[in-house]
């Protein structure tokens, strides 16, 4: 399928849909090793997103991501909004004003992004962040990126969902789980798994 900004929009409001239908399972998450709001942090930043996309889809991918971005930064507080804010920011730098992503932009974009979590939280891999499922599902949307973007997405899914799982047997090194120091060990980061269930929603709305 093409990437334009309708195509854009419309993988937003599936991620949406898919963020509301973890909102319970993200907030146990958090609850085991934070303060159990990252569902609803999630929940309400997507939900205000769809809302702006029923006013009006910006023109370009760039606008759409951007739109979000922006979303997310102004309705979601904690570290997760700020830092998926930059995220979608730094994606929509990349897309300047290409009508249509492709595939290697897509992986620009995916780059950025990931670059941009880094340079806000300052997490490593290895942290128990949500940078623990972005950093493999960069390297492998790169290694995917002669192909369609829906691949290129389903793979870093995939990628995404180790990423994610690997946190659980980590001690936590950045944002709130950090205090818990080694008892946070045993739990999954439900920021690493709000982004593996954001790329799978990506991937399959890319089909
Ligand atoms: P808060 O911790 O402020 O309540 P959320 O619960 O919404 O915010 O988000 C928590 C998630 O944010 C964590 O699971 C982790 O993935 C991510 N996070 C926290 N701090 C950082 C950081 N410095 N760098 C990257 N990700 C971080
Ligand atoms: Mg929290
Ligand atoms: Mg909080």
Same mark, same amino acid.
């Given at each position: 399928?093409a990437? %334009?900004? +309708? %195509? /854009?929009? !419309?993988?937003?409001?599936?991620?949406?849909?898919? #963020?509301?239908?973890?909102?319970?399972?993200?907030?146990?998450?958090?609850?085991?090793i934070?303060d159990a709001d990252?569902g609803?942090?999630?929940?309400r930043?997507?939900?205000?997103?769809v809302?702006?996309?029923?006013?009006?889809?910006?023109?370009?991918?760039a606008?759409?991501?951007?739109? !979000?971005? %922006?979303t =997310?930064?102004s309705? &979601?507080?904690?570290? $997760?909004?700020? =830092?998926?804010?930059t995220a979608?920011?730094?994606?929509?730098?990349?897309?300047g *004003? $290409?009508?249509?992503?492709d595939?290697?932009?897509? &992986?620009?974009? =995916?780059?950025?992004?990931? +670059?941009?979590?880094?340079?806000r939280?300052k997490? @490593?891999?290895?942290?128990?962040?949500? &940078?623990?499922?972005?950093?493999?599902a960069?390297s492998?949307?790169?290694?995917?990126?002669?192909?369609? #973007?829906?691949?290129?997405?389903?793979?870093? !899914?995939?990628a995404?969902?180790?990423g !994610?799982?690997?946190? @659980? *047997?980590l001690?936590?090194r950045?944002?709130?789980a950090?205090?818990l120091? +080694?008892?946070?060990?045993?739990?999954?980061?439900?920021?690493?798994?709000?982004?593996?269930?954001? /790329?799978r929603?990506?991937?399959? $709305?890319?089909?």
């Amino acid at each position: 399928m093409a990437c %334009t900004a +309708e %195509t /854009l929009a !419309a993988a937003l409001r599936a991620a949406a849909a898919v #963020i509301a239908g973890h909102r319970a399972e993200l907030i146990e998450l958090d609850r085991a090793i934070g303060d159990a709001d990252h569902g609803e942090n999630m929940d309400r930043g997507f939900t205000a997103i769809v809302s702006a996309l029923d006013t009006a889809i910006p023109e370009t991918p760039a606008a759409v991501v951007k739109l !979000a971005a %922006t979303t =997310l930064i102004s309705k &979601v507080g904690g570290a $997760a909004g700020p =830092l998926y804010g930059t995220a979608f920011l730094r994606a929509s730098g990349k897309l300047g *004003d $290409a009508a249509e992503v492709d595939g290697p932009l897509l &992986v620009e974009a =995916l780059r950025a992004a990931l +670059e941009g979590v880094q340079a806000r939280g300052k997490a @490593v891999g290895g942290d128990a962040t949500m &940078v623990d499922a972005l950093i493999p599902a960069v390297s492998a949307a790169e290694e995917a990126s002669g192909s369609g #973007i829906a691949a290129i997405l389903s793979a870093a !899914a995939d990628a995404a969902d180790k990423g !994610a799982e690997s946190t @659980v *047997d980590l001690v936590p090194r950045k944002g709130r789980a950090s205090y818990l120091g +080694e008892r946070a060990k045993g739990h999954m980061d439900p920021g690493a798994r709000s982004t593996a269930l954001l /790329l799978r929603a990506f991937a399959e $709305a890319a089909k």
